[in-house]
């Protein structure tokens, strides 16, 4: 597991994402899967040792929506946020 980030790099990283988020744990999630019934998307961010992979999940489906990797970079950056916006619009 990474490390987690402070209310203000949340806010530096998702500060320009347009859409409603939460950040849940792993049980909320699971809980929300099984419990919701209106559209749920989760986004996962995956890293190794010199890649990094984001990617949005279609709940109900499990169909990935989303995903982009980017090579030799490590965390989670407002940009990848910038690039979501941008495929969603």
């Known amino acids: 597991m990474g490390q ?9 990283i998702f500060g320009d994402y347009k859409y409603k988020y939460q950040i849940v744990t792993k049980e909320q999630l699971n809980r929300l899967i099984i419990e919701t019934g209106k559209p ?6 995956i890293k190794d040792s010199s890649n990094k992979i984001v990617c949005v999940t279609n709940a109900q489906t499990g169909k990935t929506i989303y995903s982009r ?17 941008k495929e969603i619009n």
Do not use: C, H, V, W
């Not at 749920?40 to 961010?45: D, K, M």
């Open 4 to 12: 987690k980030k402070t209310p203000e790099e949340r806010d530096d």
């Open 40 to 45: 749920l998307y989760y986004l996962t961010f």
């Open 69 to 85: 990797g980017t090579s030799f970079s490590y965390n989670l950056k407002a940009g990848d946020i910038k690039d979501l916006n």
